[in-house]
C-alpha cells in the first residue's frame, strides 16, 4: 500500500464503512421488515443465523487469498472488488423477492449478500494483517470498527426514513450504491511485496494445536454470542415496549452506532497497554450491565429519552467488546497464513454471533424480552475461563505473543 498511514487507515474505515451500511440494516430494520412480512422472531433469528454462514466458512476464503495471487493483481485487492461487486448486485435483486412469500429465496440472496461481504471482509483483514505493525494493531481495529459504526449511523438514519416515506425497495438500491464508495480508494491500494516469511505455508495451522490461539477465539465466540443476540431484540424490544416506528428505530440505530464509533475509542484506550487483563475484564462487565439495564428498566412508561441513551451505552459496550476482541485475535496471527488464520478466529466470532441470534429469537418468543436480554447479560461470565490463556506468554508457541 501507499506508505501515506492516514489514507491507508482511510482505506480500511471506508471498506468497513460499507459494511456498516449492511449492519445498520439489519440492526434497524431487518427484524422490523421480517415482521411486517408475516415472520416471527423465530423465523428472524433462523433467517439470521443462516445468513451468517458465510463469515463462519469464510477460512476457505481467506486460504484463497493467501494462496492465489489473483491474475497477477495481487493477494487482497482483486478480491475485494469482487466482494464489492457481489453485494452491491444482490442489493440490487432483493426488492423482487417478497420473504413472506419466498422465505428461502430471501434467506439465499441474503447468503450470497453475506459471501460477498465475507469475501471482501476477510481480504481487508489480511491487508491489514499484511500492513500494520503489533504497535498500531488496536488503533487500525479502533478505525475499522469506528468506520464500520459510522457506515451503521449512516444507513440506520437514511433507511428508516426511506422505508417509512418512500418504500422498502428504496432502502436496498441505497445500500447498493453505498456499497460503491470505497471503490476510488481501494483503486489506490498497493499491497507490499511478500517476503519469504509471509508465503502460504500449510505447517502454520499449526499454531492452532495451542490453546491460546483456540482460547482466544472461544473467547470471541461468547461475546459476539451475548452482543450480535442481545443486539438483534433491541428495537423488537423497544417497538413492543414503546411503540417506536420504522423512522424511530433508524434513529435508535443510528445513536446506538455513535455508541460503538466511542466505543472503539474506548476499547483502543482498554488496550493501549498492550494485554491488558483489567480492560478486558472492564469492556466484560460493561457488556452484561448495557443488558441489564435496558431488560430491567425499558418499560411502557419510561420516556424514550432515557431508553436511547441505554441504547447508546450498549453501543459504547458493543463497540468496545468488538475492537477488543479483534485486537486480541491479531496477536494470534501467524503471517504465513494471515488472512486464513484471522478467518478461522473470526469463524469463531460468527459461530457465536448465529447462535446468538437464534438462541436469542428462540428465547424471545418464549420467555420475552426482558428476560432473554438478562439471560445474555449471564452468559458473557463464560468467557472467564479463557482470560488466563490470552494474558500469559507462551516460549516456543508459534504465532502467539499472549
Not at 28 to 35: H, R
Not at 51 to 70: E, H, Q, T, Y
Not at 166 to 180: E, I, K, N, P, R
Not at 313 to 338: E, H, K, N, P
Amino acid at each position: 500500500m501507499e506508505s501515506n498511514r492516514t489514507l491507508r487507515y482511510l482505506t480500511f474505515a471506508l471498506l468497513y464503512f460499507t459494511q456498516g451500511t449492511i449492519l445498520g440494516y439489519f440492526a434497524s430494520l431487518n427484524a422490523l421488515y421480517l415482521l411486517d412480512r408475516g415472520l416471527n422472531m423465530t423465523s428472524v433469528g433462523i433467517f439470521g443465523a443462516i445468513a451468517l454462514i458465510p463469515f463462519v466458512i469464510k477460512i476457505f476464503l481467506g486460504m484463497l487469498s493467501d494462496r492465489v495471487n489473483l491474475l497477477g493483481m495481487g493477494h487482497r485487492k482483486p478480491y475485494i472488488f469482487i466482494g464489492l461487486a457481489v453485494q452491491t448486485l444482490t442489493l440490487l435483486a432483493v426488492p423482487a423477492v417478497d420473504p413472506g412469500k419466498k422465505f428461502w429465496l430471501f434467506v439465499g440472496l441474503a447468503f450470497l449478500l453475506q459471501l460477498g461481504m465475507a469475501l471482501y471482509d476477510t481480504c481487508t483483514d489480511g491487508l491489514a494483517l499484511d500492513t500494520t505493525p503489533e504497535a498500531e494493531q488496536g488503533r487500525i481495529q479502533g478505525f475499522m470498527v469506528g468506520g464500520r459504526a459510522i457506515g451503521t449511523i449512516v444507513a440506520a438514519s437514511m433507511v428508516g426514513l426511506l422505508a417509512q416515506k418512500v418504500g422498502w425497495s428504496s432502502v436496498f438500491y441505497t445500500l447498493a450504491a453505498l456499497t460503491l464508495l470505497p471503490l476510488p480508494l481501494v483503486l489506490r491500494v498497493r499491497e507490499p511485496q511478500r517476503e519469504a516469511a509471509q508465503r502460504f505455508e500449510w505447517q502454520a495451522f499449526s499454531a492452532f494445536k495451542h490453546w491460546p490461539v483456540v482460547a482466544s477465539g472461544l473467547f470471541g465466540l461468547v461475546v459476539f454470542l451475548v452482543i450480535v443476540g442481545g443486539n438483534q431484540l433491541i428495537n423488537p424490544f423497544l417497538t413492543q415496549e414503546l411503540g417506536i416506528n420504522l423512522a424511530q428505530a433508524g434513529m435508535v440505530t443510528s445513536l446506538w452506532g455513535v455508541g460503538i464509533v466511542l466505543g472503539s475509542i474506548l476499547g483502543a484506550v482498554l488496550l493501549k497497554r498492550g494485554k491488558d487483563l483489567r480492560g478486558t475484564l472492564a469492556m466484560m462487565a460493561l457488556v452484561s450491565l448495557s443488558l441489564a439495564l435496558l431488560a430491567v428498566l425499558v418499560r411502557p412508561a419510561v420516556p424514550l429519552a432515557t431508553a436511547i441513551g441505554l441504547v447508546v451505552f450498549f453501543g459504547l459496550a458493543y463497540g468496545s467488546a468488538q475492537t477488543v476482541v479483534f485486537a486480541l485475535c491479531m496477536r494470534f496471527v501467524d503471517a504465513r497464513i494471515a488472512a486464513s488464520m484471522f478467518a478461522i478466529l473470526m469463524a469463531f466470532t460468527n459461530v457465536g454471533q448465529g447462535i446468538g441470534m437464534a438462541l436469542g429469537g428462540k428465547l424471545a418468543d418464549g420467555m420475552g424480552f426482558g428476560t432473554t436480554l438478562l439471560v445474555f447479560a449471564a452468559i458473557m461470565a463464560l468467557g472467564l475461563p479463557f482470560l488466563p490463556a490470552l494474558f500469559r506468554r507462551r516460549e516456543g508457541d508459534a504465532g502467539v505473543d499472549a
